[in-house]
């Protein structure tokens, strides 16, 4: 939901503050990085160091990475632990630029984070709106009820738990050109989701229990998820490689792919799609994430979806579509205009353009 806001006040006395809070006594802190010296509107710290805040904060407490055209930490010993629970919410990505998407946020740079670690403690935690890596990078996860929302993945996600894990959800990502694994050797992970991400390449376990659903496969890397519910999924790229299913005959179902099933991993059509026109399948966009809407001209991608949903990121139960650009479900100020030229006791006109974002 979009609002203008019509604000008039005095030079001296205008002060326009976009405050995110909650009814607990948890506290919101800031990191910025771009090298000007902040003031914390409640007097606190705002940190330059992505790991320092993490280190200070307390359990439920929410941190806002503002964006920057710098890294927020490193890998290695550079990466950021957490051990409690935490809300991390970054600006977003696809922001700016011909690819991107217009009027989403003033900055259009993200919130790089090069490797973080979900850690025993941190259960209960969410990451949201943030940019994992540049090609090398990890976001990994060793413990239960971890969310992963609304991030752009040019590094990896890697479950690498040493304990059984649960209620893991990974939703509303892009992944680009990395892949989503669960190590071999890794403990078990049950009672999860994959839903409503652009996916390159997954990479599961036979110790990997969940349900994969209103993704699209578009890389050129192979595809491992053993007897996972599998449906409401456009296989798009196709050199996608099926290679693990345990040759299940009913958990593959409802989905759309480019090319000719390997009839071993999916014996029985079960409403799948397959050999649809490449060239069908989405519409044309100028936004990259935009590429990823149905078609009109794929008929079955409206109407071949389990529950009656529309297949694809797009589709799903209502609240869990993609959304574009990956903005968290937060209030943002996206357009500020002023009047300019005033003195000191003039009158100041303030028009504020806002989102919802949910």
């Keep these: 939901m979009k609002k203008q806001i019509l604000l008039s006040a005095t030079i001296t006395t205008m002060t326009v503050l976009l405050l995110v809070s909650n009814s607990s006594n948890a506290t919101v802190w800031r990191v910025n990085n771009n090298g000007a010296s902040y003031v914390q509107w409640t007097g606190q710290q705002v940190f330059s160091n992505f790991s320092q805040a993490v280190a200070s904060a307390s359990a439920g407490d929410t941190i806002h990475l503002e964006a920057s055209p710098t890294a927020y930490n490193g890998t290695g010993i550079g990466a950021t632990h957490v051990d409690k629970k935490l809300i991390i919410i970054g600006p977003g990505y696809f922001l700016g630029g011909a690819t991107g998407n217009a009027n989403q946020q003033v900055n259009p740079n993200t919130a790089l984070i090069m490797e973080i670690f979900f850690n025993a403690g941190s259960d209960n935690s969410e990451i949201m709106g943030v940019q994992i890596g540049t090609g090398a990078g990890i976001l ?78 578009d890389g050129g890397g192979p595809i491992s ?134």
């Excluded at 479950?159 to 403990?187: K, R, V, W």
């Excluded at 991993?265 to 149905?294: A, C, E, R």
């Excluded at 006791?345 to 504020?352: A, K, M, N, S, Y």
């Design 225 to 358: 998820f053993f007897g996972n519910q599998f449906y409401n999924n456009i296989i798009r790229n196709a050199t996608v490689n099926i290679i693990a299913n345990n040759n299940d005959t009913t958990n593959v179902h409802n989905n759309v792919f480019t090319y000719a099933a390997p009839p071993f991993l999916l014996p029985t059509p079960n409403s799948n799609t397959f050999s649809f026109p490449l060239n069908q399948l989405f519409i044309t966009s100028s936004s990259v994430d935009g590429n990823l809407q149905d078609s009109s001209a794929c008929i079955q991608c409206f109407n071949n979806g389990s529950f009656g949903y529309i297949m694809g990121v797009y589709g799903g139960a209502p609240g869990t579509e993609y959304k574009r650009s990956g903005i968290p479900a937060i209030p943002a100020i996206y357009q500020l205009y002023a009047t300019p030229n005033l003195t000191r006791g003039d009158t100041i006109q303030v028009i504020i353009h806002t989102r919802s974002n949910n």
């Design 140 to 217: 990994h996860i060793r413990t239960s009820n971890i969310t992963v929302k609304r991030n752009y993945f040019k590094g990896r996600l890697y479950i690498d738990n040493s304990t059984p894990i649960s209620n893991i959800l990974i939703t509303q990502n892009y992944f680009e050109g990395q892949d989503f694994t669960h190590g071999a050797g890794m403990a078990s992970v049950s009672s999860s989701i994959i839903s409503n991400n652009r996916i390159f390449t997954l990479d599961l376990t036979n110790n990997f229990q969940g349900i994969i659903t209103q993704n699209v496969f």
